[in-house]
């Protein structure tokens, strides 16, 4: 996802999207130990779009900390 799209969220829809791109990771993990890994560039698709996330919600606590 773009961060455009993650701005146009609330808080604890990035929140609830958070969780499930570690969810994700996790079981990309596990398919990893087991050697089935279709897409192994997904580990870095998921890792930046978790960052992004992790940005945003800073963004948007330190905004209405201003306000």
């Known amino acids: 996802m ?6 146009d969220m609330t808080e604890a ?3 609830q999207k958070l969780i499930a791109l570690k969810e994700q990771l996790f079981k990309l993990r ?9 897409r192994p560039n997904r580990f870095r698709k998921l ?10 919600l ?10």
């Open 2 to 7: 773009k961060a455009e799209e993650f701005r």
């Open 13 to 15: 829809e990035i929140e």
């Open 30 to 38: 596990a398919e990893v130990t087991t050697g089935r890994v279709e």
């Open 47 to 56: 890792r930046k779009d978790i960052a992004r996330c992790y940005t945003i």
């Open 58 to 67: 800073g963004e948007k606590e330190t905004d209405a900390a201003l306000r």
